[in-house]
């Protein structure tokens, strides 16, 4: 399997609301990796993280951020720097695909639903697809290795 749904809380509407406010109001969003300003972290509101941190089994867990694909309809196929597993809460609408490939076969795929927990493999090279112009999420995940002083 390349994806489990996780049964774990679900946040308020209230929550959502403030969330996706976040991506209007926060500055200076950090572009990730070579995606540039199509791919951006946010900052989770402290309220919110701490309801995550108190109900959700995360302690194993370094990073907590909002995820945020815009002006981009689809992610070509690769595997992630530096971590093996994503596990997202969707925020906007459902749509966009998470499609694995094995040596160009594609072998799994999700359609990711919104307000749900889910893993996702993203050690194994996968695109996505039908991004409609913007995806906002909660990724939580482990840094598997800093930085090189090389890439930094
Ligand atoms: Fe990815």
């Excluded at 929550?15 to 300003?37: D, F, V």
Aim: a neutral charge; proline letters at 7%.
């Amino acid at each position: 399997m390349y994806y489990k749904k996780l049964d774990w809380p679900v946040l308020n509407d209230q929550q959502h609301a403030e969330l996706l406010s976040t991506i209007n109001t926060q500055k200076n969003p950090k572009p990730i990796g070579a995606w540039g300003s199509t791919y951006l972290h946010y900052t989770v509101p402290s309220s919110i993280l701490t309801w995550c941190k108190e109900n959700l089994p995360i302690d194993g867990y370094s990073q907590i951020v909002l995820q945020r694909f815009c002006n981009v309809n689809s992610i070509p196929v690769h595997t992630d720097i530096r971590r093996t597993e994503n596990i997202i809460y969707l925020l906007s609408e459902s749509g966009p695909i998470t499609r694995w490939q094995k040596e160009g076969v594609v072998v799994d795929e999700i359609c990711v639903p919104q307000h749900q927990w889910f893993s996702l493999n993203t050690g194994a090279p996968h695109e996505v697809l039908n991004l409609n112009g913007d995806r906002v999420a909660i990724s939580i995940f482990n840094i598997l290795y800093p930085v090189s002083k090389k890439s930094a």
